[in-house]
């Protein structure tokens, strides 16, 4: 029986809903294809072994070439399970919202997490948890973040593809509005007055939202260098209050450093149109 | 070999269950001392920080609590925030949010009993292994879902989580000529569903029964999904009987009565009890109780599959079979869901309005894995003042507990060889996957760590 050389791929989860890595599963058309390229070593929610050999554990056994890195860190453990982790692999790719920006879960890093504790559990001294939620990039180096809540099923195949290739993945880091464009959208903004965030929001979806006559809500996470202030205004414009503006961004990538500057331009007074109408004297 | 003293064993890593959780038995003497399943995912607070937040974003924000069933969130989610609002959905927006959750049923029992539950009657570790054996079987397996997620992919925009759900209805409601396409596709998926049901029913079954109640939504005329009265039907007097038991019905606004949930400190999971007594959800228990309004195509399939007549009561209280429920529920969820293709007629708009009002609501609906239930509170301004969510799995966790238990004692006192810890332990994680458990959905609210008394 000759070595198998194929490459060895991983599967982990941190804190998450489990639908990032449910998106493999979903890949119906090319699951046992890739299970037939690929050397599907570690993956919980697929296999009870590893290569083989029962049970499979929490740890795993390693090296890996590639790990897939759904959730966020939330525990101590976690801490020390994703430095492990990270020294098993070979290469790193964070999929979704939670591993790559702390995750919807991450809403308890604006709050005091000890009231959240006693909200939900009737003796809160028996749960342990961080006070916050941080991506997987805030402790270990990360080869590629894949965005999304949840991922898109076309990406996922491609950075798996691309990173058992040794190549770069083909995902475009332009704003969703390039999305709506390519699919001959009319922008939902200009036509109907909907609050959009398109242009703040990182393409991946396809423009999903807009393609059925809904406002972008931002679930791919924020777009390099986003203009928050003329987002803001828009949004404004368009109806929203500010406290509906600090909420859409408040969601399943709060905690992304790029949206920081958004409760305090939500909050303050609208500023003075630069342009306004002319108005017949 | 003989054991002194007593036997632990452990298994620290689930597989082939949504999230995480672990295993952990004690055998004192040749008696089953504890059974326990961990959940130790850590929590995520969705209900303390729903608080504050806007009565229109519930359906996005809970459908992250799960990616297995984003649809079960959403739609339970609306419905408690409409009943609050004082609004029903009803004629077509009330069918094609059904038509959605079908597609979820599809995909979910799909995934479950091809991916995750088959495995176990083969003695492989995955899917991938099975399909050197079984392959055609996975192929249709993955069709089904593949056409299961189709369906919420047309109505929802995407299978996971899906962006067209609304408060009120849609943002978008699809014109006849689009669900033609997935009319077909359903179609060509029907016969599959049924030879589903012919495979799975093949299966060796382990000798097993389960003496618990079985809570279902009852909707007369409908084999509930999105709608309904919680029912309880009592355990048989006689052990191992499968006859239907007494039923029990009680409105959904008194759910937080009947069912209780307590967190106790030797267990890391909250313990739930409908009225006093341990009790089970999901397929099992829908089957016992609204079986007789399954599609004639369905009630076929479950007959030709040797579990009884539905259209009689039958009642399947052998936890191993209920993989042979799940595949007559997609079977169920196919032919319903063309039905209402071939019915459809767009709606006048897309949505109702739902101005808010200081209020609160519940809903409760059929999960793939059992009933969920949510409950809002919201001011006047339509801000949240209290989120309450009971998902199936923390309320099957005793009753899966209690599975545990009796599959290793019937292994214990069977004569003949003595069980290995291997054997035992995948015992143990067959009765726990019985029931499909997700612990993504249990954890926002369950843990963890174990701490000592």
């Not at chain 2, 036997?7 to 003497?29: K, P, S």
């Not at chain 2, 060509?188 to 589903?196: N, S």
């Amino acid at each position: 029986m000759h070595a198998d050389t194929r490459p060895t791929l991983a599967v982990w989860k941190f804190a998450s809903c489990d639908g990032c890595q449910l998106t493999l599963l979903d890949c119906e058309d090319e699951l046992l294809g890739l299970a037939d390229q690929v050397r599907i070593s570690h993956f919980l929610e697929m296999s009870g072994a590893e290569d083989g050999r029962e049970p499979a554990t929490l740890n795993g056994i390693g090296p890996y070439d590639l790990s897939l890195v759904e959730g966020s860190v939330t525990t101590e453990e976690d801490v020390r399970r994703i430095h492990h982790i990270r020294r098993i692999s070979r290469r790193l790719v964070t999929i979704g919202a939670c591993a790559t920006a702390g995750g919807v879960q991450a809403l308890r890093n604006f709050a005091d997490v000890e009231q959240f504790r006693a909200t939900v559990y009737a003796s809160p001294q028996y749960i342990a948890t961080l006070a916050t939620s941080t991506p997987i990039s805030a402790h270990v180096p990360v080869d590629f973040e894949l965005r999304g809540c949840p991922i898109d099923r076309r990406q996922l195949l491609e950075v798996i593809t691309a990173f058992l290739a040794g190549r770069k993945p083909n995902i475009p880091d332009h704003s969703v509005c390039f999305e709506c464009k390519r699919r001959g959208n009319t922008c939902v903004t200009v036509a109907h007055g909907t609050p959009c965030l398109g242009p703040v929001t990182h393409a991946g979806c396809g423009a999903l939202c807009p393609t059925y006559g809904r406002g972008c809500y931002g679930c791919f996470g924020p777009v390099a260098n986003p203009n928050l202030v003329a987002m803001v205004r828009q949004l404004r414009q368009d109806g929203m209050t500010g406290r509906d503006i600090v909420r859409i961004f408040r969601t399943f990538n709060a905690a992304s450093p790029e949206y920081a500057p958004v409760a305090e331009l939500a909050t303050q007074e609208p500023p003075e149109d630069p342009h306004p109408p002319e108005t017949p004297q | 070999m003989s054991h002194r003293g007593p036997r632990v064993l452990r298994l620290d890593a689930l597989a082939r269950v949504e999230g995480e959780g672990a295993l952990r038995l004690t055998v004192n003497d040749g008696t089953v001392a504890e059974a326990r399943l961990k959940i130790y995912e850590p929590p995520r607070f969705f209900e303390a920080f729903l608080v504050g937040r806007g009565h229109y974003e519930p359906p996005d924000i809970t459908s992250r609590i799960c990616g297995i069933c984003p649809v079960a969130y959403q739609m339970t989610a609306c419905q408690a925030i409409e009943r609050a609002c004082g609004v029903t959905i009803d004629d077509q927006l009330a069918e094609l949010r059904r038509l959605l959750y079908y597609g979820e049923w599809i995909e979910s029992q799909s995934l479950h009993i091809h991916l995750l539950h088959a495995p176990d009657f083969f003695g492989c570790p995955s899917a991938v292994e099975l399909a050197r054996e079984q392959r055609e079987a996975v192929e249709r397996g993955l069709r089904i879902k593949q056409a299961g997620n189709a369906v919420m992919e047309q109505l929802g925009g995407r299978a996971i989580h899906p962006v067209n759900v609304r408060i009120g209805g849609f943002h978008r409601v699809p014109a006849r000529a689009e669900l033609a396409p997935l009319a077909e596709r359903l179609r060509r998926i029907q016969e599959d569903a049924v030879e589903t049901v012919r495979w799975v029913a093949g299966f060796d079954f382990p000798e097993a029964s389960c003496d618990y109640d079985l809570l279902a939504l009852q909707d007369p005329g409908r084999y509930a999904i999105d709608s309904g009265t919680p029912a309880a039907m009592a355990a048989p007097d006689s052990p191992g009987s499968d006859r239907a038991g007494p039923v029990r019905r009680f409105a959904v606004d008194e759910f937080e009565q009947h069912v209780v949930e307590r967190q106790v400190p030797h267990s890391t999971a909250l313990q739930s009890e409908l009225d006093g007594r341990r009790y089970l959800t999901g397929s099992l228990a829908r089957y016992a109780i609204g079986g007789r309004w399954l599609h004639p195509l369905a009630a076929e399939a479950a007959r030709a599959a040797g579990l009884g007549d539905p259209a009689a009561g039958a009642v399947v209280r052998n936890p191993f079979r209920s993989i042979v429920v799940r595949a007559v529920e997609v079977a169920h969820a196919v032919a319903e869901a063309l039905r209402i293709i071939d019915d459809y007629e767009p709606p006048p708009r897309p949505y109702v309005e739902l101005p808010p009002r200081p209020a609160a609501g519940c809903a409760a609906t059929e999960a793939p894995r059992g009933l969920l239930y949510h409950r809002y509170a919201m001011d006047a301004d339509g801000a949240l003042t209290q989120a309450r969510i009971v998902p199936p799995t923390a309320q099957n966790q005793a009753a899966i507990e209690e599975d545990l238990r009796r599959v290793v004692q019937t292994r214990l006192d069977r004569p003949g060889a003595a069980a290995t810890d291997e054997e035992l332990t995948a015992l143990c994680e067959r009765a726990i996957r019985n029931h499909d458990p997700c612990i993504s959905c249990s954890a926002h609210f369950l843990d963890l760590t174990v701490e000592r008394a």
